[in-house]
Antibody, heavy 122, light 107 residues
């Protein structure tokens, strides 16, 4: 059974940093690209970033480029999102999500974690 | 970036009725469009990918169609568990983008 479990969310002041993690199980983690998608309270979905299975390719939404860094540790089946220079508008539930197909990247996402809430406020 | 516009914003229907949801792209996304269902307090669930392919375990009452800029998600006969918010997503160009969602509510 595929499982994705996020952690690391919480309350942080504007300008602060936070590191999210997602622990994966139940599939060949290194074969699949992984994504972060966020959802502000009461709002729609916003794709944030993707990393290829090898970790060699990363792509970001313009809204987080230069502030967020996605990474993965395939030996530990872990996906990370380092978030720096946080702003109030980064407040959201952050989901990690697996690409539906392996071997490349940029597909739809078939498995999602339960999400972790990040609140940026003074 | 590619903008996806979903209509209607809200669809009020009764169980057993047919639901037709629309997603229009600001430029062609070929067939690279997915549909997700989200219920309150839950993560999104992939229903359809690449316009018409049902994801694993998705009931056959869900179907997708379209190409280019115009796409449709059809639920042939609404079950009580189908009342939720539905999002479309394109993967043709970076960044991946989602539509604003259609809420299917009980009439």
């Amino acid at each position: 059974e595929v499982q994705l479990l996020e952690s690391g969310g919480g309350l942080v002041q504007p300008g602060g940093s936070l590191r999210l993690s997602c622990t994966a199980s139940g599939f060949a983690f290194s074969t699949y690209a992984m994504n972060w998608v966020r959802q502000a309270p009461g709002k729609g979905l916003e794709w944030v970033s993707i990393i290829s299975g090898s970790g060699g390719t990363t792509i970001y939404a313009d809204s987080v480029k230069g502030r967020f860094t996605i990474s993965r540790d395939n030996s530990k089946n872990t996906l990370n999102l380092q978030m720096n220079s946080l702003r109030a508008e980064d407040t959201a539930v952050y989901y990690c999500a697996k690409d539906v197909k392996g071997g490349s990247y940029g597909y739809a996402q078939d498995y999602w974690g339960q999400g972790t809430l990040v609140t940026v406020s003074s | 970036e590619i903008v996806l516009t979903q209509s209607p914003a809200t669809l009020s229907l009764s169980p057993g009725e047919r639901a037709t949801l629309s997603c229009r792209a600001s430029q062609s996304v070929s067939g690279y469009l997915a549909w997700y269902q989200q219920k309150p307090g839950q993560a999104p669930r992939l229903l359809i990918y690449d316009a018409s392919n049902r994801a694993t375990g998705i009931p056959t009452r869900f179907s997708g169609s379209g190409s280019g800029t115009d796409f449709t998600l059809t639920i042939s006969s609404l079950e009580p568990e189908d009342f939720a918010v539905y999002y479309c997503q394109q993967r043709s160009n970076w960044p991946l983008t989602f539509g604003g969602g259609t809420k299917v509510e009980i009439k």
